[in-house]
């Protein structure tokens, strides 16, 4: 290699460092600049005090308050997992099992599919208690019961909607309509990236499509740079990592290096800054093409951790695939890991189809948990586990299935400065509405985004005429849930 | 030396900058409103001054929506700032700055009293408070909202700027008066013109998104170096008259419409809407003016005599997503669906965030919430239609058609004298023998369908109409619990509705459908067991005669096709394998049928007995429902009358004996006519004859989804929706429009076509304005107003208000013609401008807000790909039709959550069709475009954001659209690139950016072909795998190319097509 390409090289490596962090949205100068965090003279803490102007979009921002986690890795359990087998322990429902429910429950009630005076189901499975904090769990989720006590579980979730689609892009956008920021993006948008090699906000699935498609973790109206990049567990980890057919490593670096030259003469000619950018969005690529097979690559993981996560075979993509990756992810900056796992939409067959679904997801998410407990990660990283609504008590389908439920729910949150082996919230003898707490979605985002340092009223963006937020006009932050 | 060239100057040079009267200028344009401000002792200006500070910090709780107003207090308009709020305090008191109590507010430090209120995180500058103290020591006037103003012609500026060179010269572009006049105050000048390549490319690339050959290229520098504006006018002339120019724009309109090729939400089925897409680029080729592009697209439907075009228009409002998921109420989404067209008719249109008017009055801006519901009942009067779309060719063979038609029954009536006559006692004989029976309709006191995937509901003609999810198999129920003893039969009838597709009454895809079983049984009071109630002797008033299913039909569950359909006797035959069908074939499908079915025993049941009556389908394809063949309208009916059987008429006639002879439309005239020559023996040869044309009925080459305006006695009431929620409608609503604005047409009907109209007028402040912004949006970047997408209080006086309103009159006096507006801005020295940025324009103005030099930014994702088509040779030129698939990663492809199976991707031309051609999936979408920023149709779309990630660069290297247009690429370089690699680089230069390359720029290129050509000669690399796709092969070269030349160009190739200068509008 001769001196020049060897300079060229130590120059991109320069670049890349910076990539996201710089240089990849000069066009977006003023577009984040009356926006975000404009308004924060007012704000309780020092630290609220934006870092200087700047262009680039992934720039570290501090949020307007200290904040307890510094990032999310989010287990998106799509298709609305059934809160009576797993979570939320109703024995006086297995007494009832077969009665038509109370009259006065049914009122305005609306279920997607059954008729509402369907007969109850009992619980298909049964609870215990476990861990110090002795909190109920089913037995599908062995995994899980064995960190209960560093969890905390909300179990008076609340949602708008009743069906997949909507309820979805509520509970990632805050709205039943299409077109708003996902909270990741909100995240992204707010408190910039600290991965210098790989995108701020990234995105594995499992299992099938969602209902909700892309705009689970999209960017809504917000500048395209903070949606969700889904690495894939098939093929090109990220789309068109690989270089086409015949092309090895030299021959890109090669055209790269050339590309790289014309494209500084042309800079030199025009002035203009965006093709700096460009040059440096070349230049991250060609980074991106090591360092994103790398981060796939879990020949590196010790057998105890593949052990720990339940991964037999480190090429096939699945759930626990994800969970392992998504700590990777986050130990190299990333500041949004979101899994998708759509399985959960159990109107029949309940009974087989729950304990396929828990087999396949829970050992890994509470691995995830002790993994990132045992390396210190979990203080400041905040764990969400859930899906979009809960499961009738009613039955469904003959006898083994439940239907659509958006009265109360449960999710379970982890780190991030939140109370461990803690229950939040209840409902009533048949799991079918809140009794006490009730966390409707707009609060639990409130929630998160307050345990990231940000006051959901002022994370805003102007957008026709309104700023806009995670929360829209609701939300209330649950302080109960912090530590 | 031209006139033009006189005025190419550069930018001033520092020593002049000490002389002017210079402001420290930041991107901000708040900073720059303010700063204007600052330092002149002339009367401030409310509109530019005070309104952003009112709308920016007060309006939100004192501003029109007086359910929130906060203190009853309203600063939004003259009369109640004087008048004050709630405390009886003056809040401004004229010409009293220190007696006003806003003032007071404003300046206060005690938390309580100040304003605006702590916890809001809004504070007041000094310069801003000053700004409010002395426009209220000046009299406190207010002017109403620059864009709630319909837009004059000012004056042109006469520019006495000594930057502008020669004060002799006359401006000849007003674009260039208004620009040039705002220069100095910034300390910028004019820059040169940009070269003639580069000139031709963008003007090329803005009027038909395609880049200039080399040819094209030279051509116009020879007429350049003859006279540049003429140049310019004699190649926008040549543009505008390509088709292609109407493929550009049109991408413009269709993010704006939310156009895309699927329904979005959970199912995200594919829809065929391609036929308004069409429709949009054939309007804009023949610049049909913007008035009448808009009214077609709003009311089409509505105009006299539509035509088939205009309905096709129409689709525009049909755009929106529609979801299928099974459990959805269809009333909730279909209000939805409006909602989604407010927005879209406020963003594309008026440039009026009109949505956020659906839960409450509008924060900001003269819109209440009853008025959002004035406007929403405008477009809440209407069916969700699907209708056939025929070529011009199958129109007029429709047309013969239906004169031959005629022609029959001319004959008809000369070989039969008497018709009238006997056509009289037919129908009197016909009416009497109806009578004989009476039909009770089902009340139902429950519908639905076993799966819960289905949700007939009952409307108030009794009819039962199922909408939403359309399920491959399936059935639906009504349960009723009737009054009535010794029922001897029951009548179903298959109704047309025009919320069905093609107006029903099925819901197949051609809205046909078939009916496998019908089921009644009973349950007794205290029972819980439902019981079958045996039926008999169906007859029916048309069905096919027994057939095996058509194969578009298969289904994975009846591989060995045992399903039959035909007479009506299949209904009740226990077999569910059997179904009825009365398919009257193309032309006549749509259309209205009856069974009557007998109980084996009259029904003699004790009363509160229930009855449950059960349509199973059991004869529909696979693919999600796509290929169903459910019922859409049905009504049941009970008798007592003995021997209750359907007339041998055909229904359509029937039912048109319910209107009076003299006031029947064509069609029920039509129907009863058809019916009785049917019906005489005698006449057998004319309805042999007429069959015979029937049968030569074309089969459309697609469809719409559009609106139409539901019939007089189908009218749907509006009712506020109380915080904009489906199920809590309040008080009815009329249609209206907000009073801020223009008013309507005194007399004219409230529908669609009035809206339409009042939208296209040009009384509006608006609409001319929005469109004005939107297409120098496209050519410049950023829009005059750079949120296209909100005009309102919130939106500052733009800098260059005085031409976004010349251009907006100019416009509107041209006839609303976007090729005039487009020609007047390309003409313009300031478009032509180089775009070459000094540092010191850079520092003054770096969003080049103020124009001193021309645009340059990244094409937008379809002109990306189109580019490196067209640079390759691989471009189709074929115009529209069908959407074509492109090739996408397996991986993406099978992330979706219904399978897709449609995915045909083509290997044959259609597959370098230009992207604006690509199929847009809502809930996938297409990887490559999204990856340069294309919006995947969810909602309206007026403002694209240009982001520049590392994921756009791997897409423009590695997707395999791009790497096959390399290797096209390097291939057509060899063909007609010259003989050496020198030649061959500057031809790729040309091809790609229009000029040709400086001697770095050739030899960076020729050194990387020929190092990849020593590492292919040593076998490093292999040529084939670099050099040909799945799709190509070696002997496709030509005779003096080796592969190992054409793998070294392919790389150079790949290379090339990623330059910034290739990807960007120059």
Partial sequence: MNFSAELRLAHARQLSRRWFLRDCGVGLAGIAAHSLLAKDSAAPSPSAVPAKPTSNPFAVKAPHFTPKAKRVIYLFQAGAPSHLELFDPKPELTKRDGQLPPAELLKDYRAAFIKPNSALLGPKYKFARHGQSGIELSELLPHTSKIVDDLCLVR???????????????????????????????????????????????????????????SNYG?????????????????????????????????????????????????????????????????????????????????????????????????????ARNCLLARRLIERGVRFVQLFHEAWDQHGDLTKAIKKNTEDTDRASAALVTDLKQRGLLDDTLVVWGGEFGRTPMVQGGNDGRDHHNRCFTMWLAGGGLKRGHVHGATDDLGFNVTQDPVHVHDLNATLLHALGFDHTRLTYRFQGRDYRLTDVHGEVIRALFA | ??????????????????????????????????AFAAPTATPVDFAREVQPILAENCLHCHGPDAKDRKAGLRLDTREGALKGGKSGVATIVERKPADSELIARISSTDEEETMPPPKENKKLTAAQKDTLRRWISEGAAYTSHWAFTA?????????????????????????????????????????????????CRRVFLDLTGLPPSPTDVDAFAAAAAQGLAPAVAALVTQLMASERYGEKWARVWLDAARYADSNGFEKDLPREQWAWRDWVIHALNRDQPYDQFLSEQIAGDLLPNPTQDQIVATGFLRNGMLNEEGAIIPEQFRIEGVVDRLDCIGKATLGLTLQCAQCHTHKFDPITHDDYFGIFAFLNNTYEAQSWVYTAEQQQQIAKLKNDLRAVDDRLKKAEPKWAEKFATWENQLLADRGKTTWIPVVAAETGSTSGLNHPVQLADRSILTEGQPSTRGDIFVITTPDLAGATGLRLEALCHDDLPFGGPGRSLYGTWAISELEVTSQLPDSTKWEKVALHNAT????????????????????????????????????????WRADRGPGRRNTDSVAVVQFAEPLAFPPGTK????????????????????????RLSLTTAPDPRAAPVDYAALLSLDTPAGQRTPRQSDALFTAWRASDPALKKFVTQADALWKKFPAAATSVLHLAERSPADTRTTRLLERGAWDKPRHAVAPHVPAALHALPVDAPADRLTLARWIADRRSPLTARVAVNRVWQSLFGTGLVDTPEDFGTRTPVPLHQDLLDWLAVDFMENGWSQKHLVRTIVSSRTYQQSSRATPAQLARDPRNQFLARGPRFRADAE?????????????????????????????????????????????????????????????MPDPMLSAFDAPNGDFSCVRRIRSNTPLAALTGLNETIMVEAAQAFALRLWREGGATDADRATHAYRLATARAPRPAERDAVVQLVAGSRARLRQGELKAGDIAFSSLTRPTDLPADATPIDLAAWTIAARVILNLDETLTKN
């Avoid at chain 1, 309820?167 to 707010?190: D, H, V």
């Avoid at chain 2, 039709?881 to 090739?887: A, D, K, R, V, Y």
């Fill in chain 1, 219 to 319: 960017c809504g109206f917000l500048p395209t740079v903070y949606g969700g990049i889904p690495f894939r567990g098939t093929g090109d980890p990220v789309l068109y990592l690989s270089n086409p057919k015949g092309i090895d490593a030299p021959a890109q670096r090669a055209s790269l290096d050339t590309l790289h030259r014309l494209n500084e003469l042309a800079l030199a000619e025009a002035g203009d800054p965006e093709i700096a950018a460009r040059i440096a969005s070349y230049e991250m690529a060609y980074q991106l093409q090591t360092s994103a097979p790398e981060l796939m690559d879990l020949s590196s993981e010790p057998p105890h951790i593949l052990e720990l996560y339940g991964i037999k075979d480190v090429k096939e993509s699945n759930y």
């Fill in chain 2, 863 to 923: 002109v990306v790909r189109d580019l490196a088509l067209s640079i390759a040779g691989l471009l189709s030129p074929k115009l529209g039709g069908p959407s074509i698939f492109p090739p996408i990663p397996e991986n993406v492809l099978s992330y979706n959550y219904g399978k897709v199976t449609y995915w045909d991707v083509p290997t044959g031309p259609d597959r370098y069709r230009r992207s604006l051609y690509v199929f847009r999936k809502r809930s």
């Fill in chain 1, 156 to 214: 008076s979730m609340q949602t708008d909607a009743v069906n997949h689609a909507p309820a979805q892009i509520l509970m990632n956008t805050g709205s039943q309509q299409f077109g708003r920021p996902s909270f990741g993006s909100w995240t992204l948008y707010g408190l910039g990236s600290e991965g210098a090699e790989l995108p701020g906000y990234v995105v594995l699935t499992s299992a099938k499509g969602t209902s909700g498609g892309a």
């Fill in chain 2, 1 to 34: 030396m031209s006139a033009y060239e006189q005025h190419a100057l550069c930018a001033v040079p520092p020593s002049m900058l000490r002389h002017a009267h210079l402001l420290v200028l930041s991107a901000s344009l708040f900073t720059f409103t303010a």
């Fill in chain 2, 611 to 634: 009855l449950k009556f059960l349509l199973k389908f059991h004869h529909s394809g696979d693919d999600n429902g796509r290929h169903n063949c459910m019922l859409g309208r049905c």
């Fill in chain 2, 151 to 199: 837009p004059v012609k000012a004056a042109l500026p006469i520019s006495s700027s000594p930057a502008i060179g020669n004060p002799k010269s006359k401006i000849l572009n007003p674009i260039d008066a208004f620009i040039t006049a705002k220069l100095p105050s910034a300390g910028l000048a004019v820059s040169a013109p940009a070269d003639p390549a580069t000139l």
């Fill in chain 2, 540 to 579: 029916a008033d048309f069905s096919e005669s027994a057939r095996t299913l058509e194969r578009e039909w298969d289904a994975a569950f009846d591989k060995e096709q045992r399903r039959t359909l035909g007479p009506v006797a299949f209904l009740v035959d226990g077999n569910i394998d059997t179904a």
